[in-house]
């Protein structure tokens, strides 16, 4: 698993059946085929809105999957 705290909350980027899904709020922004597709979508804004109708290309996020938080 991989997480970003933003001003709004935090991200995260969760492996489950072999996908990786975009997470906010336990609300799954969109499922991915690798972490860093996920992270590129949460970066740009191209995921499902999350809970609080925020923008996330404007939260700061990085692209790069390596500038996450890996938690075990």
């Known amino acids: 698993m991989y997480i970003y705290r ?3 909350g935090v ?3 969760v ?3 072999g996908r990786w899904h975009a997470m906010f709020m336990d ?3 969109g499922s991915y085929i ?3 597709h ?8 191209h995921t499902f809105t999350p809970p609080g109708g925020y923008d996330t290309s404007t939260l700061g996020i990085p692209e790069d999957i390596g ?3 890996r938690v075990r």
């Open 34 to 36: 690798s972490a860093q």
């Open 11 to 13: 991200f995260s980027i």
């Open 38 to 45: 996920a992270a590129d979508d949460l970066a740009g804004g």
């Open 27 to 29: 609300e799954n922004l």
């Open 67 to 69: 500038e996450w938080e």
């Open 6 to 8: 933003t001003k709004v």
């Open 15 to 17: 492996q489950n059946n």
